[in-house]
């Protein structure tokens, strides 16, 4: 079984400059979530689909974060513009319903973004 | 926002030596999952437990959940190097819409030394 893939593995911007990543979750999983995990801290959640609508956008910085899945499949997110602090491995991932209490989690390698 | 603190932060270790990390939180989780997650990879399930109280053995691995479902905790008997890697506990509570949401501590890195 594939597992759910992402790109690219890193990314080096400039601040002030735009990035996207991509993920395709593992098939068949209807919630795909994007996670930000800053060093040395745990996986912070940004937001989290359910097919391709939002089910929580809570702690996504709308006003430079933005992220889709058109298709219920697979998804993009943009950082635009960058600010030093966005520095961290952006992680996605899927699971097959999002709706029972001790679903797994499938995580993909993760994007690892250093903003200078 | 319900928090999960996670101790030790870090913990290094000689191979064989026990050891254990705690997870707790003021909240009541329906569930709480420990991961692992190795350099560069994105975190692996080990287990997920659901009912206060409830024991799960892994292998070398043994996790407990609190009576009230507030606090985890995870022990690890005889260490070996490969069991180095970062631990974090992640509580699951209704995210209001009828689906689940994940809430992470931030870790336990753990290294055995050989």
């Known amino acids: 079984e594939a597992g759910v893939a992402q790109s690219p593995r890193y990314k080096i911007i400039e601040k002030r400059q735009s990035v996207a990543f991509w993920c395709n979750p593992i098939s068949g999983h209807a919630t795909l979530y994007w996670y930000q995990q800053i060093l040395g801290q745990g996986p912070k959640l940004l937001i989290q689909f359910q097919n391709n609508g939002v089910v929580d956008d809570s702690q996504l910085p709308k006003d430079r974060f933005s992220a889709e899945r058109l298709k219920g499949v697979d998804s993009t997110l943009k950082i635009q513009p960058a600010k030093l602090e966005d520095s961290a491995v952006y992680l996605c991932?899927?699971?097959?319903?999002?709706?029972?209490?001790?679903?797994?989690?499938?995580f993909g390698s993760g994007t690892q973004l250093s903003v200078l | 926002t319900q928090l999960l603190e996670q101790s030790p932060q870090f913990l290094s270790i000689q191979e064989g030596e026990n050891l254990t990390v705690y997870c707790n939180s003021s909240?009541?989780?329906?569930?709480l999952q420990w991961y692992r997650q190795e350099p560069g990879e994105g975190p692996v399930l080990l287990v997920t437990?659901?009912?206060?109280?409830e024991v799960k053995k892994l292998k070398r691995l043994t996790f407990q959940f609190g009576d009230a479902r507030k606090d985890s905790s995870l022990h690890i008997t005889a260490a070996q190097p490969g069991d180095t890697g970062l631990y974090l506990c992640?509580?699951?509570?209704?995210?209001?819409?009828?689906?689940?949401?994940?809430?992470f501590g931030k870790g336990t890195k753990l290294s055995v030394i050989p």
């Open positions: 991932a899927s699971s097959f319903t999002g709706f029972r209490t001790n679903e797994k989690l499938f």
């Open positions: 909240s009541v989780f329906s569930s």
């Open positions: 992640a509580g699951a509570a209704d995210s209001g819409a009828g689906s689940y949401q994940l809430t």
């Open positions: 437990v659901v009912t206060g109280g």
